[in-house]
């Protein structure tokens, strides 16, 4: 969803440890985790998880 500043709130995984935010993707291509202004795990990248799938196997098939 886009808001008025040309933001799309996602839903974003941290890279490092795994742990999903509801984040903002910016028009410059960074994400921010929603509540968090210093990112994850000092800065680690974050993924944006899709809508038509998901990342990685469950746990249950590993």
Known sequence: ???????????????SCGTVYA??????????PIGNPNGCCDGAGMTIL????TVGKPESES
Do not use: F, L, P
């Open 23 to 32: 984040a903002i993707e910016r028009t410059s291509g960074s994400i921010q």
């Open 1 to 15: 969803m886009k808001d008025g500043n040309n933001q799309q709130k996602v839903a974003a995984i941290c890279d």
């Open 50 to 53: 899709s809508d038509t799938g």
